[in-house]
């Protein structure tokens, strides 16, 4: 789920003063992790075609 709509209605219902502002993190979470799988899965691939 790339925007954290559950999480935003949780922070909002605690009263929180930007509820939004979860989603740049979420974001750059997302990013970072697919980035991270994919370096992996290229890595793994070069190594069996050796």
């Not at 790339?2 to 502002?21: C, D, E, F, K, T």
């Amino acid at each position: 789920q790339l925007i954290p709509v559950n999480m935003i209605a949780y922070r909002s219902q605690y009263g929180s003063v930007n509820p939004a502002g979860i989603i740049a993190p979420a974001i750059v979470a997302t990013f970072i992790s697919t980035l991270v799988a994919v370096v992996y899965c290229k890595g793994k691939d070069r190594k069996r075609r050796v």
